[in-house]
């Protein structure tokens, strides 16, 4: 029985499925959430048939009394929470064809209430029951912290969301990452990019062996995972 739990939001595809079977490799009992209820069965299901242990909550990070039920559940399993990656993510229109200056209000206002509010409500609602050593894991980018043309209010709510994992970082003990696997191949990105299964280590090494101290507050980018963990 695993002795470790950690809840990842977005779990039913790309990188947030690929996080949480990684997970489960390692022996960590996985809490996958998402909103799409019949795919994050399927990934539960996938996880349980190879041996693991996974738990599926439909959960809508939007909605902090989802995010709110999903924490108290996954602290029952193993008495509290190791691990917490902040993984769910929306885009609204064309990738990297969306600029500001023809943004949407309905698209500006949900690409900050899922990928900023939706972080802020996955990370405030984990801490009545996290492990004094857990950590936490903020899914980003580098149209967080550039100025790419035609990504629009997306990028403001990346950048949303590591100013959320900064700011955290600042107010509790247990360390705060933000994680940038590069560009990956997903439904939110396109075709382009790495397969989610080849960054999952890069979460994984910075949930489990990279030192705390070094990782708290400041992005880890694929260039940082691979030179640190020779």
């Known amino acids: 029985m695993a002795t470790e739990t950690a809840v990842i939001t977005g779990a039913s595809r790309g990188i947030g499925k690929a996080v949480a079977e990684t997970f489960a490799r390692k022996g960590i009992h996985v809490v996958v959430c998402a909103r799409t209820n019949s795919a994050l069965e399927d990934v539960a299901g996938e996880i349980l048939e190879a041996g693991y242990e996974a738990t599926s909550i439909r959960a809508d990070v939007r909605d902090e009394y989802d995010v709110e039920r999903v924490m108290e559940q996954a602290a029952r399993i ?22 500001l200056t023809t943004a949407s209000y309905s698209a500006y206002d949900d690409h900050l209430r899922t990928n900023g509010r939706g972080v802020f409500a996955t990370i405030r609602e984990s801490l009545p029951h996290l492990a004094s050593d857990a950590r936490i894991l903020v ?77 708290d507050g400041v ?12």
């Open 78 to 99: 193993s008495g509290e929470i190791d691990y917490v990656v902040a993984n769910a993510g929306v885009y609204h229109g064309e990738t990297g064809n969306t600029p």
């Open 219 to 230: 992005v880890i980018d694929r260039k940082e995972w691979r030179k640190a963990s020779r």
């Open 139 to 215: 899914s980003s980018g580098r149209v967080a912290r550039t100025e790419p043309a035609g990504y629009g209010s997306y990028a403001v709510s990346k950048a949303t969301a590591e100013a959320i994992a900064r700011g955290f970082s600042a107010d509790i003990e247990q360390p705060v990452s933000i994680v940038d696997p590069g560009l990956v191949e997903t439904s939110l990105t396109g075709k382009n990019g790495l397969d989610p299964a080849d960054v999952a280590a890069q979460f994984l090494w910075v949930a489990t062996e990279a030192p705390a101290e070094n990782i």
